[in-house]
């Protein structure tokens, strides 16, 4: 990758209808939204300011990105609700794609919608492919000599950048060693997970097993099984240890 590819922000014209609502109003609705990358591993949407059905009042606050070039605040006010900095302007960009675009922050905003179906989180990546898979390899887990898991009926769910995951019956799974977490995570892709710590005589590991007990429409084969963190346990495939990944979530 060249330095000039390195410094450019990555930004897509897609063919979505998108729409955005706060207080019950309708913020912004167009057919032409941009996706744009600020990080390398999901965008963000962003929404040319001709498509804002709400009003745009620059609050006084800026924000700078190497990138992106200086972002100018701006409060969302619609039918008298306001949502104070939700919005950012970046006209005088050194990306051109971006000086007539709005970027609505996505956790202000109540509700979105691809089309007619609501979206959670942030937007989906076209480059984020999700494949689950049935087995029938041998998956063992165990953590600090301890097995928790062996099954001979795992579903294998395959993400685009991360490492396979091994779904598993819950019947498969040592429960006595398992505490319920006040964890609760979501996945676009995914859905709602909760997760369960692991205890090992006075040992608790947080976090280390997870479940979407009602996965989105394209993650159902995963529906009520169990997950446990590649990266932080030993897994074992057909007898053989795996290499613990290395991930953001391996901290």
């Not at 590819?5 to 998108?18: C, F, G, L, M």
């Amino acid at each position: 990758m060249t330095e000039a590819q390195r410094d450019e922000v990555r930004v897509e014209t897609i063919q979505k209808r998108v729409r955005a609502y706060f207080g019950g109003h309708l913020v912004a609705d167009t057919v032409r939204p941009a996706l744009v990358w600020e990080n390398p591993y999901y965008p963000a949407y962003y929404i040319p300011v001709a498509d804002m059905r709400a009003k745009l009042e620059p609050d006084g606050n800026t924000r700078v990105s190497a990138r992106r070039g200086e972002g100018i605040g701006h409060d969302v006010v619609v039918d008298g609700a306001t949502a104070a900095g939700a919005a950012l302007r970046y006209p005088d960009s050194p990306s051109p794609e971006l000086r007539d675009l709005v970027r609505l922050d996505w956790d202000a905003m109540d509700e979105w919608f691809e089309e007619d179906e609501p979206i959670y989180v942030h937007p989906r990546s076209p480059y984020t492919r999700v494949d689950i898979l049935a087995s029938s390899r041998h998956v063992r887990v165990e953590l600090d000599g301890v097995t928790l898991a062996d099954s001979r009926s795992p579903r294998i769910l395959f993400e685009t950048g991360l490492p396979a995951r091994f779904y598993l019956p819950l019947t498969d799974i040592r429960m006595d060693l398992l505490r319920p977490s006040q964890t609760h995570t979501s996945c676009p892709y995914k859905g709602n997970a909760d997760y369960w710590n692991v205890r090992i005589d006075d040992t608790e590991y947080p976090d280390l097993v997870w479940i979407y007990r009602t996965p989105t429409p394209e993650s159902q084969k995963v529906a009520g099984l169990a997950c446990f963190y590649n990266e932080k346990v030993d897994v074992y495939i057909d007898g053989e240890l795996e290499e613990r990944p290395r991930t953001p979530f391996g901290d």
